[in-house]
C-alpha cells in the first residue's frame, strides 16, 4: 500500500524534475565547444568555437568547429572546416579564433603553435562562404614573432571601412588591416594597458603587492558601438570573469568599464566572450565547464540575452543553465538536418565527405530537442514524415513528441537495418501535427540497450 501510494508521487516529482530541466545552455552538447567567437551574417548567426578534446589535462586543441541559427536556440552543427593541418606552418593549440565578412570573402582568423619559431602565431584562412571550406590565405603566418603571447585574435571592420586585428595575452596588440584582409596597414603596436583604462598597468609594469581594482589578460573581443570602442576580455587571473574598457579612438584614450560578467560556479578557471546584436536583441557568449565531464580544459559554449544600461554600459550578466528565449519561430518545411538542435542527451555529430555532418552515437533513451517548432506557419498540413537514416546493426525506432520527452506522440518511425553505418535509406511513417501549434518537439530514440541504433541525417514533413 505504502508502496503504491509512493509510486505517483516519484511519478509526478520526476515529470516535475523534466519540465524544470528544460534547458538550452551549454548550447551544444555533442562534443566541448570553447572560446565563442559569434558572426551576424545573412539572417543567421554563425558561431566559431575552439574544441576541448575528451579526458584533456591542458588546451590540447585540434581543429575550429562552426555552428549556425536563425534563431538563436536551435543551432545547426557545420562541422570542423578547419583544423590544424589547415596550416603547414602550425603544429598545435588550436585556440580562440575569430572570423569576419568582407567583400563577400570569409576571413578565419586563429592562434597556433608556429612550427617556425617555437610560439603562438596569428594565422589567417579565407573562404567563400561563412561556414567554409576555408584554406590558409598566405601559406605563412601573418604576424609570428616567436613570443607566446599571441593568441586570441579579434577582427572589426570600423565605420569608414578601415579593419583592425587586435590580439593578446597579457599584451594587446592592435594593427589596421588592408582591404585584402590578410595584410597589416600598420605595424602592430601595443595598447597600454594603465590603471585608468584597464584596472591596472600591464602585467610586466605591475607594482607587487599591490591590488589593483581589475587587469586584462586575454581573450579580447573588439567592436564599436554608438561610436565608441568595446574592448570585453577575460580579466582578473585565474580564475578569469569578463570584463570591458571602452574609448573614443582606438589609439585612447581607453576607460575601463568594470566586469561583465564576474568569476561563478562555471567549473572552468578561464572564460572568453563574444557580443552580437542579432534581430533586437543583445546577446553574450562565453564558455563554462557545465556539461558532463566538463571542467577547465573540457568547456563548452552558453549564451545569454542581456539589455545595455541607458547610458550605453554593460549590465553585470550571470551565466544561467536556462540560457536564451527563441528569438524567431522554427518553421519545419523542407529537408532539416538532424544535426539542428536546440538540446540533446546521449547523441554525438560526425561528418563525411559525401554527406556532411550527421548525428551518430544514437542510443536507447537519446533523445534531441528541436525548440520553437512553429506549424501554425505551415502552407499545409504535414501527414507523414520522412527520416533519412543508417544502421549496421539492428536499428530501432523514433518517437516524435511534443512539448515534453513523454509528451504528445506525433509519430513512431522504425528503422531496420541498412547494412552499414553509412548505407542511407529512407523510412516514412504517418505524422500528427501537435495539438498546441507552437511547441518543443523531441526526437526520442529507443532500441535494443547497449549498442548504437543508427545514423540520422534528415528529417522532413510531408502534405
Ligand atoms: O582555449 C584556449 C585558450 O583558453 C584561449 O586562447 C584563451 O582565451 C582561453 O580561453
New binding site residues.
Partial sequence: MKFRMLLPLAALSAMGTLYAQKQNNPIVQTCFT??PAPMVYDGRVYLYT?HDEENADF?W?QEWRVYSSADMVNWTDHGSPLAIESFAWGDD?A??PQCIERDGKFYFYV?LHSKLTNGMAIGVAVGDSPIGPFKDALGKPLFDDGSWDN??PTVMIDDDGQAYIAWG?PTIHIAKLNRDMISFASEPTLIKQTKEGFGAPSMRERDRGVKYEDCYV??PWLSKRNGRYQLIY?AGGIPEHISYSTAPSLEGPWTYGGVIMPVDTTNSF???AGVVDFKGHSYFFY?TGWLPKGGGFARSVSIEEFKYNADGSFPMIKPTAKGVEPASAFVPVGRIEFETMAYSKGVKTEENSQTGVYLSDVHNGDYIRVDAVDFAMLNSEPKTITINAASALRGGKIEVRAGALDGELLSTIEIPTTGGWEMWKQFSAPFTKPKVLKTDIYFVFTGRKGPKLFNLDFWKLNE
Fill in positions: 570553447t572560446d575552439g588546451f586543441m593549440r585556440w580562440a592562434p593568441i586570441d595575452n586575454e581573450g577575460a578561464t572564460n572568453h564558455h
